[in-house]
């Protein structure tokens, strides 16, 4: 064999191996053919990442865990204003999403069964029912209350003191009085319409319970009525008469089963009182612990100030 025999051999083989390895590797020796993506496509892609970010949130949000901001102080000592909440959700039954995240804008929602339901002494967040002369609260709102009462229970306040079904029941641990702060002129601002109730003493009155029957005539229609509408029918009275969806009614049969909420702050505190029962299906769940805290009153641009008045030792701490 001569020498140029020889590098034709070798040449061959050389070949042979390119060959070998670029079967191995289909994109090697290649150059990317893909074209860079538009404007438009970049920006569906993050259109679509925050979008299933958003769904994300809500399911959990919906479903096992959820954040509360306090806003004010009707529940102190327990739980101050400016705290930040991890609310269990889970334990009542998680729901479908109730707002738009971030913009609290309503949506209609469906609540999933739940290990149990509120009871005597539970501190709650629920949503707000309205006030007093209200068939719906202007806005969304939640609220942070204790559980004093639930559906079936007799309540009544004698002196500050709260009696269940007879019984005084203890004060909550970190309940707070305010001595200094004189009783308004309660009576024209509790609930229900013309009871005459005060905030130091109310009642007594049945927490609703669905399968009760309630009188309806000339004489408890005022109590009645703003109840019944919450509970979606139109009620109306025509001299003595009472008409419930256009029709004659001397009673009417409660649909749902309520509680009653009261702040730990007794003395300074909008609750059941004062604008009525809440419905079970409206407690979305129960507090777990503080996450932050700090001074709501005062302001981000006050930022220095916003930062020294943290309350580290508020943090972790859990909600009873």
Not at 182 to 205: C, I, K, S
Not at 294 to 305: I, K, T
Request: aromatic letters at 12%; hydrophobic letters at 35%; charged letters at 25%.
């Amino acid at each position: 064999m001569n020498a140029e025999e020889r590098k034709r051999i070798l040449a061959g083989r050389k070949g042979s191996n390119k060959r070998s390895t670029n079967a191995r590797n289909p994109g090697a020796g290649t150059t990317p053919g893909e074209p860079p993506r538009t404007f438009g496509e970049e920006l569906l892609s993050w259109v679509k990442t925050i979008v299933s970010a958003l769904l994300i949130v809500m399911v959990v949000n919906g479903l096992l865990i959820a954040s509360f901001v306090v806003p004010t102080g009707s529940m102190e000592n327990e739980v101050m204003a400016g705290d930040f909440l991890f609310v269990n959700k889970f334990i009542y039954g998680g729901s479908t999403p109730q707002t738009i995240p971030f913009l609290d804008t309503p949506l209609p929602y469906y609540r999933f069964p739940g290990i149990r339901e509120p009871k005597k002494g539970d501190v709650i967040v629920f949503i707000f029912p309205g006030m007093r002369d209200q068939r719906k609260a202007d806005e969304f709102q939640y609220y942070l209350k204790r559980c004093v009462a639930v559906a079936g229970d007799t309540l009544q306040v004698k002196n500050k003191k709260v009696f269940i079904n007879g019984q005084e029941q203890p004060t909550p641990t970190n309940a707070r009085f305010e001595p200094g702060l004189p009783q308004p002129d309660d009576t024209l601002r509790t609930f229900p319409e013309y009871a005459h109730y005060t905030r130091d003493n109310w009642g007594p009155v049945r927490i609703p319970k669905k399968g009760d029957v309630i009188q309806m005539n000339d004489s408890t229609f005022y109590r009645w009525y703003i109840f019944i509408q919450r509970e979606g029918h139109e009620v109306e009275k025509e001299g003595q008469i009472v008409t419930v969806d256009g029709k004659p009614a001397t009673s009417y049969t409660v649909q749902r089963d309520y509680c009653f909420g009261m702040g730990d702050n007794r003395d300074n505190s909008l609750d059941s009182r004062y604008w009525g029962f809440v419905p079970i299906e409206n407690v979305v769940g129960t507090p777990l612990f503080v996450y932050w805290s700090w001074d709501p009153n005062l302001s981000l641009s006050q930022l220095g100030d916003k930062l020294s008045s943290i309350r580290w030792s508020r943090i972790f701490k859990g909600v009873h």
